[in-house]
């Protein structure tokens, strides 16, 4: 039988060894390269991605669920922090040494520095599904060692809050879950408490 007989009855094809390549082989780009390609119009008809050490990591597509979730968490925001002194960003990027990533939600003091986006917030919410890993890991790492204040995930999976507190070079000193029933307390910027249920009955409504 012929080779190509051969594949055509479910014969697997093996890659080589030699095409496999080797995260550290890759070419990362600088953030200052990442906005000379935005400002060119590289990424008009682009995926929609962020920079994530270096690497363009693709985003979350946004279900009903994620977007009720962020829809109730930005009018939280809007109508409780104190807006002389913060300012509230949607979908809006930070500028940190090697990456610039989105966090679906941002809460920004008025006086923080801006290499080109802000440098840091006070609170970075990412509401999460397929990128729940990355939220949770890489990510949570990346803001802390950026001084974050408070880093927030929504697991829509899960149903329930990830609140990081106590930023470090390490990470998160602090990590708490939170579910149906539950609060958060004092959270930063004056803002008042979350009621876990009322963002749960928004997004699953």
Request: charged share 25%; glycine share 6%; proline share 6%.
């Given at each position: ?42 990424f008009e008809d682009f995926p929609s991605c962020e920079l994530i050490d270096g690497l363009l990591v693709r985003k979350d ?38 990456s610039e990533p989105e966090p679906d939600l941002m809460v920004i003091a008025r006086g923080a520095p801006r290499p080109y ?89």
């Amino acid at each position: 039988m012929s080779p190509i007989g051969s594949l055509a009855h479910g014969a697997r094809i093996i890659e080589p060894m030699s095409a496999q390549i080797a995260l550290d082989e890759l070419y990362r780009i600088s953030t200052d390269d990442y906005h000379r390609l935005i400002e060119s119009g590289a990424f008009e008809d682009f995926p929609s991605c962020e920079l994530i050490d270096g690497l363009l990591v693709r985003k979350d597509m946004k279900s009903p669920e994620h977007e009720n979730a962020i829809a109730w968490l930005a009018r939280w925001l809007m109508f409780g922090v104190d807006q002389e002194r913060f300012e509230v960003r949607i979908g809006a990027a930070l500028t940190l040494e090697h990456s610039e990533p989105e966090p679906d939600l941002m809460v920004i003091a008025r006086g923080a520095p801006r290499p080109y986006h802000p440098a840091t917030a006070t609170l970075a919410i990412e509401v999460s599904a397929a990128s729940l890993r990355r939220d949770l890991g890489r990510k949570a790492a990346i803001y802390a060692q950026a001084g974050v204040g408070e880093y927030w995930v929504f697991d829509v999976g899960a149903r329930r809050l990830v609140a990081h507190r106590s930023p470090a070079d390490e990470g998160y000193a602090e990590r708490v879950e939170l579910h149906a029933g539950e609060r958060v307390a004092r959270p930063p910027a004056g803002l008042p408490e979350l009621v876990v249920d009322e963002l749960l009955r928004a997004t699953y409504a």
